[in-house]
């Protein structure tokens, strides 16, 4: 399977009459786009606002981030949530870097879940995104929008923005061209058929809040009671999988540009061969805990042929202890494995790291702790949280949770929770 | 000019070997024997304003004493820093520096540094609390390591940021601290991982755990004669949550009554776990604590009682501290009534 991304990088982002580039500017048609975002009968109103990095601004009620991403050739944006169903991953897909699409959630009541970026200050260190522009969309719900209701449109629009924002790349030589080119997990040629074969298991949810109809993560399935799935990872790449709505420390940008995915490729036909891709959930019930991880393990070893694997995980603590028990299976079955992992101490001694103490599973990466505290400076301008003014505008004491996109769970994250 | 106070033991404060370990806590001016060493390495930086000296056993035989009569002292030279040792593998000497050290943080607020070797025991016990420079065994080295423990001192005079262990020369203190670093996280595992598969020695961003095996109990034996409880860690309350217990990070427990129910009514129940799908325990609690069915058994005969109440929290990001003695107190009021075995139900 081959994906060529086809990026284009943008330098400024404006509102203007239509949306196109202008050298390296993007000119956005604000009004014309907030007025498509708005006809989905689910949202009352549709604002869009553009921040810049180095503004003193911090975007509240922060609900998911998206990459812009146009599909020029090889099926439709986001098949099964955005597009029909098709399957992601091939052919030629625009890319904007430099800019991104954030959509907030209006609706959120308790402080506690509420993620911001700042784009300047100590906030901004913490988080790539405060180095681009953003197209922020806040969407209202309709009187008769339930909850996920108004969360599926709201993602929805988030979509269509980075496709919309996107597109405008097509008749564009792009800046930079990448390709993810990558056969069958059994056609290795055979002068690289020495280089070990590493899997990745990528947990995609957690069923600890179980997803409803309308909360479509893979090919627009809830994945209720998936079990472990092999994808191609150009798959992830293009648009198969978004985040969910309440994906505790990552994104569907985070997905979308997914970090293991990219250092495995990498390494790939050099160090490593990538073997493949397996898709997992953590589960509720302990049965369904035992099948999963035996079932992944099955994947790994015995299915894709891999010598090692690397695990990552999304929420909190039982998807953690679901992601060790995976990988303690592939350990028993000979597979070496790697687990990024979080921080999970509540009172930020060393003792409370680790959830988990399972033989093999030696090798961890973390991406830092997600409650350690954080003071954040006051800013003069803020972005989709106005009913929290003023007391959002800072300064503020709050912890790195808060903080979208520094404590990554799928790789990205550039924080590690060091012990002193 | 940094105001330094140093703590020596008789040896080191230059009154003598073991025939003088008794003596009691003096302070005198300036710097005196192994305190010099301190001063060298403070050069310009500061001044040893006093050597405060206390005997070994003294210390050892009467800590209270000896640690309440050289904080007094202490706080009568009202320094900036308090240098304690270096005690290297002296056992008496290294508790001695670490109770005084961390009593002086504590009492004073003024800041603490000391030094050791590893298996020194004063290492364990007081590395949680107090800054301690990793040092050789014994004083081959001094100056040198005097000038490691100086420049972390005045580190923390300064609030300057604390390097790692590694870098600036410390027992791990057990705290974890957000760290910027160059590669993702991706690139990291990716590293870890091809070293792992080539066979070269990796090395954990996480400490593996040390959790001390819990042994399996005796079996309880005759269980027509046993009084059985059951506990859970996964949230049950009565509706109201009457005992405020946190849906996350718990420090409470609550202990609901059951006598006289030979079933638990969902409308009366309610759970306030947040980490897990709590829906179908809410619908038919017993799926979480099984009264129905150990009423039942307990009519059958075949267990002897049930226990009259059932003990309840949250086990989600509860602290190792909290979830032990939580654990210690409800095992003691079991143990106080009685209570032969105990049904735990996680989740």
Same mark, same amino acid.
């Given at each position: 399977?081959?994906?060529?991304?086809?990026?284009?990088?943008?330098?400024?982002?404006?509102?203007?009459?239509?949306?196109?580039?202008?050298?390296?500017?993007?000119?956005?048609?604000?009004?014309?786009? *907030?007025?498509?975002?708005?006809?989905?009968?689910?949202?009352?109103?549709?604002?869009?606002?553009? $921040?810049?990095?180095?503004?003193?601004?911090?975007?509240?009620?922060?609900?998911?981030? +998206?990459?812009?991403?146009?599909?020029?050739?090889?099926?439709?944006?986001?098949?099964?949530?955005?597009?029909?169903?098709?399957?992601?991953?091939?052919?030629?897909?625009?890319?904007?870097?430099?800019?991104?699409?954030? @959509?907030?959630?209006?609706?959120?009541?308790?402080?506690?879940?509420?993620?911001?970026?700042?784009?300047?200050?100590?906030?901004?260190?913490?988080?790539? +995104?405060?180095?681009?522009?953003?197209?922020?969309?806040?969407?209202?719900?309709?009187?008769?929008?339930?909850?996920?209701?108004?969360?599926?449109?709201?993602?929805?629009?988030?979509?269509?923005?980075?496709?919309?924002?996107?597109?405008?790349?097509?008749?564009?030589?792009?800046?930079?061209?990448?390709?993810?080119?990558?056969?069958?997990?059994?056609?290795?040629?055979?002068?690289?058929?020495?280089?070990?074969?590493?899997?990745? %298991?990528?947990?995609?949810?957690?069923?600890?809040?179980?997803?409803?109809?309308?909360?479509?993560?893979?090919?627009?399935?809830?994945?209720?009671?998936?079990?472990?799935?092999?994808?191609?990872?150009?798959?992830?790449?293009?648009?198969?999988?978004?985040?969910?709505?309440?994906?505790?420390?990552?994104?569907?940008?985070?997905?979308?540009?997914?970090? $293991?995915?990219?250092?495995? +490729?990498?390494?790939?036909?050099?160090?490593?061969? +990538?073997? *493949?891709?397996?898709?997992?959930?953590?589960?509720?019930?302990?049965?369904?805990?035992?099948?999963?991880?035996?079932?992944?393990?099955?994947?790994?070893?015995?299915?894709?042929?891999?010598?090692?694997?690397?695990?990552?995980?999304?929420?909190?603590?039982?998807?953690? %202890?679901?992601?060790?028990?995976?990988?303690?299976?592939?350990?028993?079955?000979?597979?070496?494995?790697?687990?990024?992992?979080?921080?999970?101490?509540?009172?930020?001694?060393?003792?409370?790291?680790?959830?988990?103490?399972?033989?093999?599973?030696?090798?961890?990466?973390?991406?830092?702790?997600?409650?350690?505290?954080?003071?954040?400076?006051? %800013?003069?301008?803020?972005?989709?949280?106005?009913?929290?003014?003023?007391?959002?505008?800072?300064?503020?004491?709050?912890?790195?949770?808060?903080?979208?996109?520094?404590?990554?769970?799928?790789?990205?994250?550039?924080? @590690?929770?060091?012990?002193? | 000019?940094?105001?330094?106070?140093?703590?020596?033991?008789?040896?080191?404060?230059?009154?003598?070997?073991?025939?003088?370990?008794?003596?009691?806590?003096?302070?005198?001016?300036?710097?005196?024997?192994?305190?010099?060493?301190?001063?060298?390495?403070?050069?310009? =930086?500061?001044?040893?304003?006093?050597?405060?000296?206390?005997?070994?056993?003294?210390?050892?035989?009467?800590?209270?004493?000896?640690?309440?009569?050289?904080?007094?002292?202490?706080?009568?030279?009202?320094?900036?820093?308090?240098?304690?040792?270096?005690?290297?593998?002296?056992?008496?000497?290294?508790?001695?520096?670490?109770?005084?050290?961390?009593?002086?943080?504590?009492?004073?607020?003024?800041?603490?540094?000391?030094?050791?070797?590893?298996?020194?025991?004063?290492?364990?016990?007081?590395?949680?609390?107090?800054?301690?420079?990793?040092?050789?065994?014994?004083?081959?080295?001094?100056?040198?390591?005097?000038?490691?423990?100086?420049?972390?001192?005045?580190?923390?005079?300064?609030?300057?940021?604390?390097?790692?262990?590694?870098?600036?020369?410390?027992?791990?203190?057990?705290?974890?601290?957000?760290?910027?670093?160059?590669?993702?996280?991706?690139?990291?595992?990716?590293?870890?991982?091809?070293?792992?598969?080539?066979?070269?020695?990796?090395?954990?961003?996480?400490?593996? /755990?040390?959790?001390?095996?819990? /042994?399996?109990?005796?079996?309880?034996?005759?269980?027509?004669?046993?009084?059985?409880?059951?506990?859970?860690?996964?949230?049950?309350?009565?509706?109201?949550?009457?005992?405020?217990?946190?849906?996350?990070? =718990?420090?409470?427990?609550?202990?609901?009554? #059951?006598?006289?129910?030979?079933?638990?009514?969902?409308?009366?129940?309610?759970?306030?776990?947040?980490?897990?799908?709590?829906?179908?325990?809410?619908?038919?609690?017993?799926?979480?604590?099984?009264?129905?069915?150990?009423?039942?058994?307990?009519?059958?005969?075949?267990?002897?009682?049930?226990?009259?109440?059932?003990?309840?929290?949250?086990?989600?990001?509860?602290?190792?501290?909290?979830?032990?003695?939580?654990?210690?107190? #409800?095992?003691?009021?079991?143990? =106080?009534?009685?209570?032969?075995?105990?049904?735990?139900?996680?989740?």
């Amino acid at each position: 399977m081959r994906l060529t991304l086809e990026w284009s990088d943008v330098g400024e982002i404006r509102a203007a009459a239509t949306t196109r580039f202008s050298e390296s500017a993007l000119e956005i048609d604000v009004d014309g786009l *907030g007025a498509q975002l708005a006809e989905d009968s689910r949202l009352e109103r549709v604002r869009i606002d553009l $921040v810049h990095p180095g503004e003193p601004c911090r975007i509240g009620r922060v609900f998911d981030v +998206f990459a812009p991403r146009a599909k020029v050739e090889g099926g439709p944006d986001f098949p099964g949530i955005l597009g029909a169903l098709d399957r992601a991953g091939s052919g030629r897909t625009r890319a904007l870097a430099g800019v991104a699409v954030v @959509v907030t959630d209006q609706e959120a009541r308790s402080p506690a879940t509420l993620a911001l970026i700042d784009m300047s200050g100590p906030g901004a260190a913490l988080t790539e +995104f405060a180095r681009c522009h953003h197209v922020v969309v806040s969407a209202w719900p309709a009187a008769n929008a339930g909850r996920s209701e108004y969360l599926a449109a709201t993602r929805l629009a988030g979509l269509k923005a980075a496709v919309h924002l996107a597109r405008a790349s097509a008749d564009r030589a792009p800046d930079r061209v990448e390709v993810f080119d990558l056969p069958p997990p059994t056609r290795v040629p055979a002068a690289l058929q020495h280089l070990p074969r590493v899997a990745y %298991v990528f947990q995609i949810h957690s069923h600890q809040r179980p997803t409803g109809i309308d909360e479509g993560i893979l090919y627009g399935d809830p994945v209720r009671r998936m079990l472990p799935t092999l994808v191609h990872p150009n798959e992830v790449l293009d648009g198969a999988v978004v985040r969910g709505f309440m994906g505790r420390n990552s994104t569907t940008h985070a997905i979308q540009n997914h970090r $293991v995915i990219r250092a495995l +490729f990498a390494q790939h036909g050099q160090a490593l061969w +990538f073997a *493949g891709v397996v898709l997992t959930v953590a589960q509720a019930t302990e049965p369904e805990r035992v099948r999963s991880a035996a079932m992944a393990a099955g994947l790994v070893a015995d299915v894709l042929g891999a010598d090692g694997a690397i695990f990552t995980k999304i929420g909190g603590g039982a998807p953690h %202890v679901d992601m060790a028990q995976a990988a303690a299976w592939c350990e028993a079955l000979g597979i070496k494995t790697t687990l990024v992992v979080e921080d999970m101490s509540t009172d930020g001694s060393s003792e409370g790291m680790l959830l988990f103490n399972f033989p093999g599973l030696d090798a961890l990466v973390n991406v830092g702790g997600s409650q350690e505290s954080l003071a954040l400076p006051a %800013v003069s301008r803020v972005v989709g949280a106005d009913d929290l003014l003023p007391a959002f505008q800072g300064p503020l004491s709050t912890t790195y949770s808060s903080v979208c996109g520094a404590i990554e769970q799928t790789g990205a994250s550039r924080l @590690v929770a060091v012990v002193q | 000019m940094v105001r330094v106070v140093c703590f020596v033991n008789q040896f080191f404060g230059q009154l003598g070997g073991e025939d003088k370990a008794g003596v009691e806590p003096d302070a005198v001016s300036g710097a005196v024997g192994a305190a010099r060493a301190v001063q060298q390495a403070l050069g310009d =930086a500061g001044s040893v304003v006093a050597t405060l000296r206390c005997g070994d056993n003294y210390a050892a035989e009467q800590p209270e004493a000896a640690i309440a009569r050289m904080v007094a002292l202490v706080a009568g030279h009202q320094p900036d820093l308090l240098v304690a040792g270096p005690a290297f593998q002296a056992g008496r000497y290294g508790v001695a520096c670490g109770e005084l050290c961390a009593a002086v943080q504590n009492q004073l607020g003024i800041p603490a540094v000391t030094g050791m070797h590893e298996e020194n025991p004063g290492a364990d016990l007081y590395r949680r609390q107090v800054y301690i420079v990793r040092t050789g065994a014994d004083s081959a080295r001094m100056l040198d390591e005097a000038r490691r423990i100086v420049a972390l001192g005045l580190k923390l005079v300064r609030r300057e940021a604390i390097g790692s262990p590694a870098s600036d020369g410390y027992f791990p203190r057990g705290i974890t601290r957000n760290t910027p670093v160059a590669e993702t996280a991706a690139e990291r595992a990716t590293a870890m991982l091809l070293a792992k598969l080539s066979g070269r020695a990796v090395t954990s961003e996480v400490p593996l /755990p040390t959790f001390a095996a819990v /042994p399996a109990p005796p079996r309880v034996g005759d269980m027509r004669r046993a009084t059985i409880a059951l506990v859970t860690d996964g949230g049950l309350v009565p509706r109201g949550n009457p005992d405020n217990i946190e849906p996350l990070a =718990a420090t409470r427990f609550g202990a609901y009554e #059951i006598a006289g129910l030979a079933e638990l009514d969902p409308a009366r129940y309610d759970n306030v776990h947040r980490g897990y799908d709590t829906t179908y325990v809410k619908q038919d609690p017993h799926r979480l604590v099984p009264v129905d069915v150990a009423r039942e058994l307990e009519r059958a005969g075949a267990v002897g009682k049930l226990h009259e109440v059932v003990y309840s929290t949250t086990g989600v990001a509860t602290t190792l501290a909290h979830s032990q003695r939580m654990g210690r107190e #409800i095992a003691l009021k079991l143990k =106080a009534a009685d209570v032969t075995g105990v049904i735990l139900t996680s989740t």
